[in-house]
C-alpha cells in the first residue's frame, strides 16, 4: 500500500514535522535569553532581588527549552543527508560553510558560556557570570543570524554560479551570498518574533499567578515587564512585517499572489480578500470577503496600481494556494490580536489595574501560546510560498530529494512522529509544571552538576596510600 505514496511529498511532510517541532525552542531560547541577561542586568544595577530569583526561576525553563531545541535541531539537520541528498550535494559549496560558521561562531559560544550560566553563579563573580548569559544570549541571536542567512539564499539567491557538476558555487563575494535580498528583513522579522513569543510566555505565566494570588510580587513583575514588551514591539512587528512583505512581493511575487488569493491580475487596483476558500480548480477565491483595491493600497500604496496574478505563472510553477493563504492570515491575525493585548495592558495601565483586571489576565492567559502559532504559521507561508523550488527559480523540489522508496521514508515518519511525541510531549509537560509554580524568594538554581565526573569517591594515591574522603 505504501508504493503507492509520494516519497517526494513524505519527505517534505517529515521535514515540515520535525522543523515544526523544532522552530518552536528556537523562538521561545532567543527571547528568553536575552530576557535572562536583562534580568540579571537589573539585578546588578538595583540590588532588588526580585529580580534576582525572577532570573533563578527562568534560568531553569530555559535550560529545558535549550536542551529540547539542540536535540531536536540535531535530528533534523540529518535529513539534508538522508531524504535530501541531492540538494546536499548541488548546494553544499554555499550552503556547506554558511551551517558551519554557524557552529564555530554561534553553537561553540552558547556552549562554552553555558555551563558557567546555569551553574556558576555560586563559583563566579558576579560581571563574570553576567557576561557569560550576555554571551549566551550574543549565541542565540549569531545562531538565528546564520541560520536566516542560510534559509534567505534558498529564498532570494544571488553571488553563485553553477560549475560543471550542476553545483552552486559562490562567484565573487560570500557578502552577497551572506547579505542577499531578503536576509536584512528575514532576521528583523524572525528576532522580533522571538521576543514577542517570548514575552506572550512570560505574560501568561504570570497573569497565572496573578489569578491565584494578585499581591506576589514576582508575578506582577514579570506580567509587567511582558505587557510592556508586547505593547511596544507588537507595532514594531507589523510594521517589519509590511516592509518583509514589499521585499518578498519585489523578488518572490508569486508567493504574495498566493497569501493574497489573486488568481487573476487586477490592471486597475487589486483587492485585499480577508476571507474566502481557494479554488485552485476553478482558478478563483470562494465566498470571498474583500475590500476594492486595498491590496493594491497596501503593497503598492496606490489605490489604482496594477497587481499581476497567478494567471501570468505557468501551472506547474504555482505555490499551493490553499495553504499560503490561510496560513499568511493566522499569522497576520494573531499578530494584530498581540497589538489588541499590549493596548489592552496599556489601558489598564492607565486605569491603575494592570494586576487587578481578571479579564486581561485571562486573554493574557489565552494568548500565551499564540507566538509559537504565529511562527510557525510564518514560516509555513515562507517554506510553502517558495514551492515548487527549494532554490527559488534555480532547483526544483522534485529534482532535490534522494532515490528513497516511498515505504522507507513513510516508515521513518512514523517513527519520528512517535518519538517526538513522546519525548517533546513529556519535555513540554515538565516546562509547565515548572511554570505552574510561582516563584519565590531565595529562588534555587538549576542543579548542580557532580563534582567528579567518575564518581564521589576519590582514587587511591598511586603508591597505594589511602585518601581520606572529604
Not at 510557525?376 to 507561508?381: D, E, F, K, L, Y
Amino acid at each position: 500500500m505504501l508504493d503507492h505514496l509520494d516519497a517526494v511529498l513524505l519527505a517534505r511532510i517529515q521535514f515540515a514535522f520535525t522543523v515544526s517541532f523544532h522552530f518552536i525552542f528556537p523562538s521561545f531560547s532567543i527571547g528568553l535569553a536575552s530576557y535572562l541577561a536583562v534580568l540579571e542586568g537589573l539585578w546588578l544595577k538595583t540590588g532588588k532581588a526580585v529580580y534576582l530569583d525572577l532570573f533563578k526561576y527562568w534560568l531553569k525553563i530555559f535550560a529545558v527549552v535549550f536542551a529540547m531545541g539542540v536535540v531536536s535541531g540535531i535530528v533534523m539537520s540529518y535529513q539534508f543527508g538522508t531524504n535530501w541528498s541531492v540538494f546536499s550535494v548541488k548546494t553544499g559549496p554555499i550552503l556547506g560553510p554558511l551551517m558551519a560558521y554557524e557552529v564555530l561562531t554561534a553553537f561553540f559560544l552558547e556552549a562554552g558560556f553555558l555551563g558557567v550560566m546555569l551553574f556558576g553563579m555560586s563559583k563566579v563573580g558576579r560581571k563574570l557570570h553576567f557576561a557569560a548569559t550576555c554571551m549566551v544570549a550574543l549565541g542565540t541571536f549569531i545562531s538565528a543570524t546564520w541560520i536566516l542567512s542560510v534559509n534567505s539564499w534558498m529564498q532570494t539567491p544571488t553571488g553563485f554560479a553553477i560549475n560543471a557538476n550542476g553545483q552552486f558555487v559562490p562567484d565573487g563575494s560570500w557578502l552577497t551570498i551572506i547579505f542577499n535580498p531578503s536576509f536584512p528583513y528575514r532576521l528583523v522579522h524572525t528576532i522580533i518574533a522571538s521576543y514577542l513569543t517570548t514575552s506572550l510566555v512570560v505574560g501568561a505565566v504570570g497573569a497565572w499567578h496573578l489569578l491565584k494570588d494578585r499581591k506576589n510580587p514576582y508575578a506582577r513583575k514579570m506580567f509587567s515587564m511582558a505587557m510592556w514588551m508586547a505593547a511596544i514591539v507588537a507595532p514594531i512587528q507589523i510594521v517589519a512585517g509590511d516592509f518583509h512583505g514589499l521585499n518578498t512581493l519585489e523578488h518572490q511575487p508569486a508567493k504574495v499572489m498566493a497569501m493574497e488569493g489573486h488568481y487573476d491580475s487586477h490592471p486597475d487596483g487589486a483587492p485585499l480578500i480577508l476571507f474566502g476558500i481557494p479554488n485552485s480548480a476553478e482558478k478563483r477565491v470562494d465566498y470571498a470577503i474583500e475590500i476594492p483595491k486595498a491590496s493594491s493600497l497596501i503593497l503598492k500604496h496606490d489605490l489604482n496600481a496594477p497587481m499581476a496574478g497567478l494567471d501570468t505563472i505557468a501551472d506547474d510553477r504555482e505555490p499551493p494556494v490553499g495553504i499560503v493563504f490561510w496560513s499568511f492570515r493566522v499569522m497576520v491575525g494573531l499578530g494584530f490580536a498581540m497589538l489588541g493585548l499590549g493596548l489592552f495592558s496599556l489601558v489598564a495601565r492607565f486605569r491603575r489595574t494592570l494586576y487587578d483586571w481578571s479579564l486581561l489576565h485571562r486573554l493574557a492567559i489565552l494568548m500565551g501560546p499564540t507566538g509559537f502559532v504565529a511562527v510557525i504559521a510564518g514560516w509555513i507561508t515562507t517554506e510553502v510560498g517558495r514551492q515548487p523550488y527549494t532554490v527559488y527559480g534555480q532547483l526544483l523540489t522534485g529534482q532535490s530529494h534522494s532515490p528513497l522508496a516511498a515505504p522507507a521514508v513513510a516508515a521513518s515518519l512514523m517513527v519520528f512522529v512517535i518519538v517526538y511525541f513522546a519525548v517533546f510531549g513529556a519535555g513540554t509537560w515538565y516546562l509547565l509544571r515548572l511554570m505552574g509554580h510561582a516563584p519565590q524568594a531565595h529562588e534555587t538554581e538549576p542543579p548542580q552538576m557532580p563534582i567528579r565526573s567518575a564518581g564521589i569517591t576519590p582514587a587511591p594515591a598511586l603508591d597505594g596510600t589511602p585518601v581520606p574522603a572529604e
